[in-house]
């Protein structure tokens, strides 16, 4: 099944375009079944988000590329997940809920 990948920028840099490459292990990424995850994507169509680097915002998510949430996008985020209701996103609401607790932009992978 295919997942995206979901995690926390340390040192978030706005000039940077590392983000365009998937290392999913140098932001903790968590997998995230498509199924579980789509349905509280598309509710986020006009979300303040970043597609691929800093230098690029964006509005919703780039679902075959990588999204950069910022900080201010990040509760959003993570009550479109705690409202979809699916216990598999657990754990997306919880780096979403640690994200926001630490003011961190978040990183996704599409599919």
Same mark, same amino acid.
């Given at each position: +099944? %295919?997942? !995206?990948?979901?995690?926390?920028? $340390? ?7 590392? *983000?365009?490459? *998937?290392?999913? $292990?140098? !932001? =903790? ?6 199924? %579980?995850? $789509?349905?509280?994507?598309? @509710?986020?169509? @006009? ?7 800093? %230098?690029?915002?964006?509005? =919703?998510?780039? +679902?075959? =590329? ?13 009550? /479109? ?10 754990? /997306?609401?919880?780096? %979403?809920?640690? /994200?926001?607790?630490? @003011?961190? !932009? +978040?990183?996704? !992978?599409?599919?």
């Amino acid at each position: +099944m %295919a997942s !995206y990948h979901l995690g926390i920028i $340390e040192r978030f840099d706005p000039k940077t375009r590392e *983000y365009e490459s *998937y290392t999913p $292990e140098k !932001y =903790g990424c968590i997998a995230v079944t498509d199924d %579980a995850l $789509e349905p509280a994507l598309l @509710q986020l169509g @006009q979300l303040p988000t970043f597609w691929h680097t800093g %230098a690029r915002p964006a509005a =919703g998510f780039a +679902m075959t =590329g990588v999204t950069l949430l910022p900080p201010g996008s990040v509760p959003a985020f993570r009550r /479109a997940l705690e409202n979809a209701g699916d216990p598999a996103l657990r754990a /997306a609401i919880d780096k %979403a809920r640690e /994200a926001g607790h630490r @003011q961190k !932009y +978040m990183i996704l !992978y599409g599919l």
